[in-house]
């Protein structure tokens, strides 16, 4: 088996568990499939993933191990992400009752209680809430730096990049048909308001967690 594969399977073998494992991304493809509907989660699933780009970017440039060795340019990103965080999960907090719509064929007269979410904000929220997260930093800085050669080109590494940020957008897309179909749409429906608070509080406890992280 070529090398390169070798590593790619084993970024895999680790990043699997990554992706499954519950988190402030997940929590937030849940609360926009749940408030806005199946195209909303979709976007902010796309914004995540293109995110884990920015992140397997500047660690192939080595700005990574930078940003892991400036306790300022931690902080500086970390309370950003605290912030980010602690504001949606008030917001969520903050949210009434809904009526998911789903953007496809069926339900498509649906009427909802709140006015569609623009395409640009869906994205961004999924891009901003991994972005603002410096713990990315420390993942790839670690997993690159032990499961891949020195010697592998840039371009095979974005090469691991793309095709794991493409496994992620995958699992965020399953996730939001998954929350979304109308047998599960009627259960969130039905149970939104207490959605909204567990979400919220989710959010704030993973913004007081970040809080809580200690550069190295």
């Not at 909303?40 to 970017?57: P, W």
């Not at 395409?119 to 603002?132: H, I, M, S, Y």
């Not at 840039?154 to 399953?174: P, Q």
Request: charged residues 10%; glycine residues 12%; contains cysteine.
């Amino acid at each position: 088996m070529h090398p390169y594969l070798i590593e790619l399977a084993s970024l895999m073998a680790v990043f699997s568990f990554a992706i499954v494992a519950p988190g402030a991304d997940t929590a937030m493809v849940m609360r926009q499939a749940v408030l806005h509907g199946r195209r909303a989660a979709i976007l902010t699933s796309f914004g995540i993933g293109t995110s884990l780009l920015f992140h397997v970017s500047y660690t192939i440039l080595g700005l990574g191990l930078i940003i892991s060795k400036s306790i300022l340019l931690f902080n500086v990103i970390k309370w950003a992400g605290v912030a980010y965080l602690v504001y949606i999960g008030i917001q969520s907090l903050r949210a009434g009752p809904t009526v998911i719509s789903v953007d496809s064929g069926e339900g498509a007269g649906e009427r909802t209680k709140r006015a569609p979410q623009g395409a640009g904000k869906a994205f961004l929220l999924g891009f901003l809430a991994n972005a603002l997260n410096p713990k990315p930093v420390f993942f790839f800085l670690s997993i690159f730096s032990t499961l891949i050669s020195h010697e592998t080109p840039a371009l095979i590494k974005a090469g691991y990049g793309l095709v794991m940020a493409s496994c992620l957008i995958a699992w965020f897309v399953g996730v939001s048909y998954f929350l979304t179909v109308p047998r599960m749409r009627a259960g969130f429906e039905r149970a939104g308001k207490w959605i909204n608070r567990a979400s919220g509080a989710i959010f704030i406890g993973f913004g007081l967690k970040l809080a809580a992280e200690k550069a190295g």
